[in-house]
């Protein structure tokens, strides 16, 4: 896959500090490349290394004199209490639990149990089939469907190009992510296909032309509206609209 | 998961070979022998056990005292981990909640964790990751379907790893962390375990975005040319 997350966009995802409308677009990438997620489970051994020397490092701030004389419960911070409850817990879930269910609850994602093929990550977000989303149309050859992904200050939306379609050029006032789902289109950089991750910085200027044998369909991530720079199509920019407050 | 050799001496053995934390560790065992440790003999660690076989135990056997142990390595340092968190919502009471979460989804979810795709510590990270990312979003009111769960999945069908390769891995990436310069470690503890975005690492240190982002890519870079 040529168009990739680069590492500062891994690192922060397998950190866990990317804003989750931004951490789904990598996890949607990650469904179709595998050599990313191999570079995860790499930054996320690293966190699990960070993780364990987190405390160590605060151990190191007790000299070794002084911790050996503290009382067991200081020098671990966990009290006999906060243990007993967690025990409390389990007990309390396994009453809960049949047997027989604990080892049947599920493990990984299963992303094939749907006739739509959408990643897993977007199925609660999509659950009846993208066809079924609240398609609106921006002109002869885009339309949008919003997602509510729980991020204020991001548009978190499917864009559908039809094939062989151009979208008109526009630029961004803020960063824009996009990763392809289905389909595939090009701008002045490249052919981007599913899978695909691209990232539009405030002030690039592009404009996706679909393939002529396929719709495409994105899943974009915009900062800030998106403003339109063709003749004509100041009056149906979507983003514009959906801002409160910005003119 | 193939590991059947799971012998009582493996319970009392950490994953980290340094000799300051199996003293630590067992130290701690020793302290923590109250009244649900059964008879148990404390061997003297082998190489190949370590926390992996502890949680393949707790997932197969619903083994308590194997449970007591794994709490007592983790549940400072999941702790130590909320503590950390640059947040307005940080304190000892969430702290103190995150390891509650972690630890009853290690019990639930042990079953699931499978040795050849990554070990103990890494699976327990992503938890506490995705736990602590929850209780933020909790915090903050968002409202959305999608929980942590969904947009960081656990490991999922990969690599023809071994768990041997897998081990070999972690252990070239722990040499690599100890040897970075500290300036390097200290970026990579303010993103992973402060949970700040490069652009908030470089607004809390005074250093230009690019600074940051280069000391990352050097670490990173570091780290992968060892694996």
């Given amino acids: ?247 | 998961m193939t590991t059947s050799s799971i012998t009582t001496a493996s319970l009392s053995c950490s994953e980290e070979n340094s000799s300051k934390s199996l003293h630590d560790s067992v130290n701690s065992t020793q302290k923590k022998q109250t009244g649900n440790m059964q008879s148990t003999n404390i061997g003297s660690p082998s190489k190949t056990d370590d926390w992996s076989s502890i949680l393949i135990k707790i997932a197969k056997d619903r083994d308590r005292v194997a449970f007591g142990k794994l709490f007592d390595h983790f549940a400072p340092k999941i702790k130590s981990y909320g503590l950390m968190l640059r947040s307005q919502h940080t304190s000892p009471q969430m702290a103190e909640e995150l390891v509650q979460d972690v630890m009853l989804k290690v019990w639930l979810k042990a079953h699931c964790f499978d040795v050849n795709k990554a070990s103990a510590s890494t699976w327990i990270f992503t938890i506490a990751r995705n736990c602590r990312t929850d209780f933020i979003r909790k915090e903050n009111r968002i409202d959305t379907e999608l929980s942590a769960d969904d947009l960081w999945p656990m490991a999922e069908e990969d690599g023809p790893y071994t768990s041997l390769h897998q081990r070999r891995i972690e252990k070239n990436i722990h040499n690599a962390v100890a040897q970075l310069p500290p300036e390097q470690a200290d970026v990579l503890k303010r993103i992973y375990i402060e949970g700040k975005s490069h652009s908030e690492v470089s607004a809390a240190t005074g250093l230009p975005l690019g600074t940051v982002k280069s000391r990352v890519r050097l670490a990173v870079g570091k780290l992968r040319t060892l694996l």
């Fill in chain 1, 1 to 247: 896959m040529s168009h990739r997350p680069d590492i500062h966009w891994l690192t922060d995802y397998a950190a866990g500090t990317l804003p989750s409308s931004q951490a789904l677009c990598v996890a949607v990438h990650l469904s179709f490349c595998p050599e990313s997620r191999k570079q995860v489970e790499q930054l996320n051994s690293l966190g699990a290394i960070m993780f364990t020397n987190a405390i160590n490092d605060d151990d190191n701030l007790i000299s070794e004199s002084v911790a050996t004389e503290l009382p067991d419960e200081d020098h671990a911070s966990i009290n006999q209490e906060l243990r007993s409850k967690v025990f409390d817990l389990i007990d309390k879930e396994d009453i809960k639990q049949q047997p027989s269910s604990v080892t049947a609850s599920p493990c990984a994602n299963d992303a094939s149990n749907k006739a739509d093929l959408l990643p897993h990550c977007l199925q609660k977000l999509i659950p009846d089939g993208i066809d079924q989303l609240d398609w609106k149309k921006l002109g002869t050859a885009l339309s949008v469907a919003r997602l509510s992904a729980g991020d204020d200050s991001r548009e978190v939306a499917l864009h559908k190009i039809k094939a062989g379609g151009r979208v008109s050029n526009h630029d961004h006032r803020g960063r824009e992510v996009t990763v392809v789902l289905q389909g595939s289109f090009s701008d002045q950089n490249g052919l981007y296909l599913p899978g695909d991750f691209l990232v539009k910085e405030a002030g690039q200027e592009h404009r996706p032309i679909a393939s002529e044998d396929a719709e495409c369909i994105c899943l974009s991530v915009l900062e800030a509206p998106v403003k339109f720079t063709g003749p004509i199509t100041s009056l149906i920019n979507p983003f514009l609209k959906i801002k409160t407050g910005t003119p």
